[in-house]
Protein backbone atom coordinates (compact mmCIF):
# COMPACT_ATOMS: atom_id res chain seq x y z
CA UNK A 1 0.00 0.00 0.00
CA UNK A 2 1.34 3.43 -1.05
CA UNK A 3 2.44 5.80 1.95
CA UNK A 4 -0.36 7.76 2.89
CA UNK A 5 1.61 10.25 4.25
CA UNK A 6 3.03 11.94 0.81
CA UNK A 7 0.76 14.50 -0.18
CA UNK A 8 0.31 15.82 -3.92
CA UNK A 9 -1.58 19.39 -4.47
CA UNK A 10 -3.50 19.47 -7.71
CA UNK A 11 -5.86 22.58 -8.16
CA UNK A 12 -8.48 22.09 -10.97
CA UNK A 13 -7.85 24.33 -13.92
CA UNK A 14 -11.62 24.50 -14.49
CA UNK A 15 -13.04 25.88 -11.74
CA UNK A 16 -9.84 26.51 -9.24
CA UNK A 17 -10.41 23.88 -6.68
CA UNK A 18 -8.06 22.48 -4.81
CA UNK A 19 -7.29 18.55 -4.17
CA UNK A 20 -4.91 16.89 -2.07
CA UNK A 21 -3.96 13.51 -3.21
CA UNK A 22 -2.76 11.12 -0.68
CA UNK A 23 -4.03 7.43 -1.78
CA UNK A 24 -5.82 6.17 -4.59
CA UNK A 25 -9.15 7.16 -2.84
CA UNK A 26 -8.20 11.39 -3.26
CA UNK A 27 -7.24 10.26 -6.90
CA UNK A 28 -9.98 8.36 -8.01
CA UNK A 29 -11.78 11.81 -6.68
CA UNK A 30 -9.66 13.99 -8.43
CA UNK A 31 -10.10 11.82 -11.95
CA UNK A 32 -13.64 11.96 -11.36
CA UNK A 33 -13.50 15.20 -10.86
CA UNK A 34 -11.80 16.14 -13.88
CA UNK A 35 -14.26 13.54 -15.77
CA UNK A 36 -16.92 15.63 -14.61
CA UNK A 37 -15.85 18.65 -16.17
CA UNK A 38 -15.14 17.12 -19.54
CA UNK A 39 -18.95 15.54 -19.24
CA UNK A 40 -20.56 19.56 -18.54
CA UNK A 41 -18.75 20.93 -21.85
CA UNK A 42 -19.93 17.67 -23.74
CA UNK A 43 -22.23 18.90 -26.15
CA UNK A 44 -24.71 16.40 -27.50
CA UNK A 45 -26.40 16.31 -30.80
CA UNK A 46 -29.18 13.36 -29.42
CA UNK A 47 -32.69 14.78 -28.70
CA UNK A 48 -31.91 13.40 -25.19
CA UNK A 49 -32.71 15.03 -22.11
CA UNK A 50 -31.19 13.70 -18.74
CA UNK A 51 -32.49 13.69 -15.04
CA UNK A 52 -29.16 13.75 -13.59
CA UNK A 53 -25.44 14.14 -14.07
CA UNK A 54 -24.95 10.54 -13.72
CA UNK A 55 -27.64 10.00 -17.22
CA UNK A 56 -26.04 12.67 -19.03
CA UNK A 57 -22.37 10.78 -18.45
CA UNK A 58 -23.78 7.25 -19.18
CA UNK A 59 -25.65 8.29 -22.07
CA UNK A 60 -22.08 9.85 -23.58
CA UNK A 61 -20.25 6.91 -23.21
CA UNK A 62 -22.69 4.52 -24.57
CA UNK A 63 -23.52 6.55 -28.10
CA UNK A 64 -20.59 8.73 -28.14
CA UNK A 65 -17.19 6.99 -26.89
CA UNK A 66 -18.31 3.38 -27.82
CA UNK A 67 -18.43 2.23 -24.63
CA UNK A 68 -20.53 -1.40 -23.93
CA UNK A 69 -23.14 -2.51 -21.66
CA UNK A 70 -23.40 -5.63 -20.05
CA UNK A 71 -26.85 -6.84 -20.65
CA UNK A 72 -26.80 -8.94 -17.42
CA UNK A 73 -26.04 -6.34 -14.62
CA UNK A 74 -25.92 -3.13 -16.75
CA UNK A 75 -22.09 -2.08 -15.94
CA UNK A 76 -20.35 -0.14 -18.79
CA UNK A 77 -16.73 -0.95 -19.55
CA UNK A 78 -14.41 1.47 -21.88
CA UNK A 79 -12.94 -1.48 -23.98
CA UNK A 80 -14.45 -5.52 -25.43
CA UNK A 81 -11.31 -6.40 -23.36
CA UNK A 82 -12.68 -5.25 -19.94
CA UNK A 83 -15.97 -5.86 -20.96
CA UNK A 84 -15.11 -10.20 -21.96
CA UNK A 85 -13.17 -10.14 -18.13
CA UNK A 86 -16.17 -9.09 -16.29
CA UNK A 87 -18.75 -11.57 -18.53
CA UNK A 88 -16.52 -14.23 -16.84
CA UNK A 89 -17.88 -13.12 -13.51
CA UNK A 90 -21.23 -13.84 -14.75
CA UNK A 91 -20.31 -17.56 -15.57
CA UNK A 92 -19.22 -18.70 -11.70
CA UNK A 93 -21.55 -21.84 -11.21
CA UNK A 94 -23.72 -23.41 -13.63
CA UNK A 95 -27.52 -22.44 -12.75
CA UNK A 96 -26.57 -18.98 -10.92
CA UNK A 97 -26.51 -15.48 -12.18
CA UNK A 98 -24.29 -12.82 -10.56
CA UNK A 99 -27.52 -10.88 -10.29
CA UNK A 100 -29.20 -14.15 -8.40
CA UNK A 101 -26.21 -13.80 -5.47
CA UNK A 102 -27.32 -12.25 -2.07
CA UNK A 103 -28.26 -8.56 -1.94
CA UNK A 104 -25.41 -8.21 1.28
CA UNK A 105 -23.37 -8.47 -2.07
CA UNK A 106 -24.57 -5.10 -3.80
CA UNK A 107 -23.19 -2.03 -3.25
CA UNK A 108 -25.63 0.34 -2.06
CA UNK A 109 -24.35 3.23 -3.50
CA UNK A 110 -23.66 2.36 -7.18
CA UNK A 111 -25.62 -0.32 -7.55
CA UNK A 112 -22.56 -2.94 -8.43
CA UNK A 113 -22.76 -6.62 -7.57
CA UNK A 114 -19.58 -8.75 -6.21
CA UNK A 115 -19.21 -12.35 -6.39
CA UNK A 116 -17.32 -11.80 -2.07
CA UNK A 117 -17.49 -9.48 0.56
CA UNK A 118 -13.85 -9.14 -0.01
CA UNK A 119 -14.27 -7.19 -3.66
CA UNK A 120 -17.40 -5.28 -1.82
CA UNK A 121 -15.20 -3.67 0.70
CA UNK A 122 -12.37 -2.97 -1.69
CA UNK A 123 -15.08 -1.41 -3.57
CA UNK A 124 -16.31 0.72 -1.29
CA UNK A 125 -12.73 1.67 0.40
CA UNK A 126 -11.42 2.74 -2.61
CA UNK A 127 -14.69 4.26 -4.12
CA UNK A 128 -16.87 5.80 -1.45
Known sequence: RKDDTIVQETKCEECKEIFHITGRKDHKEWVDHQSKHATEKFECSCEVEWNSFPEKERHMRLAHLGWLSCKICNNIFSSKDLYNKH???HDESP?????ERPLSLLCQDCGKV????NYQDRHKYDNH
Open 87 to 89: MLT
Open 95 to 99: GTSKM
Open 114 to 117: FKNN
